[in-house]
């Protein structure tokens, strides 16, 4: 057997509210939409990976999802332009990581990350 994939699964009475922040913020594609259900990706390879954490590192509180992106920075100024408050740092972390955090319309602890390369 193999795992082909991992999807993070959100309880949310209006799936539709997840537009603004999963596609028009971070730029996901809207995979499928149902009404009930909506699925946001991209249709590049992602891997496929599940942490089980204590804590969020740094002292910061475990975050719900964890997404990383090729431009932070970018990321960032979506996130202002939008209005949206950050919770935790920008930071670089001792780990390798460049993030921040955020809650999206569910109140999802959203770190968003790049790696240092």
């Known amino acids: 057997m193999k795992v ?4 993070t699964n959100v309880g949310a009475t209006t799936p ?3 537009k603004r922040f999963y596609r028009d913020v971070l730029g996901l594609d809207v995979l499928m939409d149902m009404g009930w259900i909506e699925t946001y990706g991209s249709s590049e390879t992602m ?5 089980f954490m ?4 740094s002292g910061a509180p475990v975050p ?6 090729d431009d932070l920075d970018a990321a960032l100024t979506r996130v202002k332009k939008a209005r949206i408050p950050i919770e935790y740092g ?3 972390e001792p780990w390798g990581v460049r993030r921040f955090f955020v809650r999206d319309p569910f109140g999802k602890l959203v770190n968003l990350l790049t790696h240092h390369r």
């Open 16 to 18: 539709a509210a997840a």
């Open 54 to 57: 204590s804590q969020g590192g």
């Open 64 to 69: 719900d999802i964890s997404i990383e992106v």
């Open 90 to 92: 920008p930071a670089d």
């Open 4 to 7: 082909l994939r991992i999807v």
């Open 47 to 51: 891997t496929v990976q599940i942490s």
